[in-house]
């Protein structure tokens, strides 16, 4: 499959990457050369200096023969005219970064088709959507709904209160039933354990289940479930107009704005439920002001890193039970996660997981790059004759950096254990470290 990414900034430079694993023949292309410049010189990307709005760059860099053309350059107007170019020129498939929600308003599908705009992305609507879910399972730092829900992918931060520190996962074998273990999250390195594996205070663990046992993950984690019902936002950004309009009436909302230009931009776009104050949310004169005592969530939405992050920590010392940070400098996430901030937003890693799980092959049709744990989920369906089916799973010889969490058969969801069979047409949930995605298609094809 051949590739053209328009855009070497963080989410093209980490598409370019994650498809570097697949074998895909990829070309990545900047005007900018300065961002071409690898320092990893073990991955298998062509970059090309060019603007991928000249036609003559796009011809050189062999769009006639492209399967798939991606445009995330930081402006919107620029990928809509690569994509409208490149479809032109003889792409099969384009995708476009976006951002203005109307465009994705049904009534305009047919129009930006008809442009040869094959798929847009709006990242400020998935990172919305992580906060709402975020707000509505307080006591987890990831939570993700695999196979339309029927599986659900949990991240919690043990403590010395959970039942489950100090064991070893063979210690846990009659809780596979409930729950499966799939990653351990240790400081900075994933474990993807095995029986001999114990689990430490502080670990952040990475549970598969189905809704009926979501309460026992919290019970046996030892984590409490306050009810939001008052939210703090710093930065009226348009994450933070989505997230207000995806929140439920019933909490209540505070934006915090220090932009008095912005704050009469905004201020129509929010819901009843919503406040919005002209200040600095940095101020914690200020934060006590508007009850931050009272919250049970606090949202840092700047554009600065390192000022959501303090801000996150101050929240975290008037008792706010939970934070999340919007944190787009990736070398900020491992901080984040030390300091114990609940959860991290990054725009830049939901567009590269959402336009990756568009090109992979093996029936993979959900990929969700985990924030903390540098790893993969995917979901794949086990083809006929199968390597993955050959055998009970204990008999596999999985690679040690892949781990089976669970599986659809027949609509019913189920955990893996050891001795489980996987069959044709199965539904499976597989967790993988960043390295590993390329060796699922050798056991799911």
């Known amino acids: 499959m051949r590739v053209i990414i328009a855009g070497a900034g963080e989410v093209g430079t980490h598409l370019a990457k994650m498809l570097s694993q697949e074998n895909q023949d990829i070309v990545l292309m900047d005007p900018n050369e300065e961002r071409l410049r690898f320092t990893d010189a073990s991955l298998d990307i062509?970059?090309?200096?060019?603007?991928?709005?000249?036609?003559?760059?796009?011809?050189?860099?062999?769009?006639?023969?492209?399967?798939?053309?991606?445009?995330?350059?930081?402006?919107?107007?620029?990928?809509?005219?690569?994509?409208?170019?490149?479809?032109?020129?003889?792409?099969?498939?384009?995708?476009?970064?976006?951002?203005?929600y109307e465009y994705l308003l049904p009534r305009n599908k047919e129009l930006f088709e008809k442009l040869g705009i094959g798929s847009m992305i709006y990242p400020e609507m998935f990172a919305a959507k992580e906060i709402v879910t975020a707000i509505?399972?307080?006591?987890?730092?990831?939570?993700?709904?695999?196979?339309?829900?029927?599986?659900?992918?949990?991240?919690?931060?043990?403590?010395?209160?959970?039942?489950?520190?100090?064991?070893?996962?063979?210690?846990?074998?009659?809780?596979?039933?409930?729950?499966?273990?799939?990653?351990?999250?240790?400081?900075?390195?994933?474990?993807?354990?095995?029986?001999?594996?114990?689990?430490?205070?502080?670990?952040?663990?990475?549970?598969?289940?189905?809704?009926?046992?979501?309460?026992d993950v919290r019970l046996h984690a030892g984590k409490k479930n306050p009810e939001i019902k008052k939210v703090i936002i710093m930065g009226g950004s348009r994450i933070a107009i989505r997230t207000c309009q995806y929140l439920p009436d019933n909490i209540h909302i505070k934006i915090i704005e220090i932009n008095k230009e912005k704050c009469l931009k905004i201020a129509e776009k929010l819901p009843s439920n919503a406040l919005l104050i002209h200040g600095d949310a940095r101020d914690t004169q200020l934060l006590e002001q508007e009850g931050i005592r009272d919250s049970q969530a606090f949202i840092a939405l700047s554009e600065n890193s390192s000022s959501n992050i303090l801000a996150c920590l101050a929240a975290k010392r008037f008792g706010v039970f939970k934070t999340i940070a919007k944190i787009e400098n990736l070398d900020y996430i491992p901080l984040a996660e030390s300091l114990d901030i609940g959860a991290v937003i990054n725009k830049k890693l939901i567009a590269a997981s959402r336009i990756y799980q568009l090109l992979l092959d093996a029936d993979i049709s959900n990929v969700k790059c985990l924030t903390f744990a540098n790893a993969d989920v995917a979901e794949l369906v086990a083809r006929p004759n199968s390597k993955i089916t050959k055998k009970p799973v204990c008999e596999l010889r999985l690679p040690r950096d892949i781990t089976l969490g669970g599986l659809i058969r027949s609509g019913k969801p189920m955990m893996v254990k050891g001795d489980t069979q996987i069959q044709p047409y199965d539904h499976v949930a597989v967790f993988c470290l960043d390295t590993a995605m390329r060796k699922l298609e050798d056991y799911f094809n």
């Open 46 to 100: 062509m970059p090309m200096v060019g603007s991928p709005t000249s036609p003559r760059d796009l011809d050189e860099a062999g769009i006639k023969k492209t399967d798939l053309f991606v445009s995330v350059m930081p402006e919107e107007t620029s990928n809509i005219t690569a994509c409208m170019l490149a479809h032109n020129l003889g792409a099969n498939k384009t995708l476009a970064r976006i951002n203005n």
């Open 136 to 215: 509505q399972r307080p006591w987890t730092r990831q939570y993700w709904e695999l196979f339309g829900g029927t599986i659900i992918l949990i991240g919690v931060k043990v403590r010395d209160n959970s039942r489950l520190v100090n064991k070893l996962l063979s210690e846990l074998l009659n809780e596979q039933k409930l729950y499966h273990i799939v990653a351990i999250k240790r400081q900075n390195e994933t474990i993807i354990p095995r029986g001999s594996d114990r689990i430490e205070s502080g670990d952040i663990l990475f549970f598969t289940t189905t809704k009926e046992y979501i309460e």
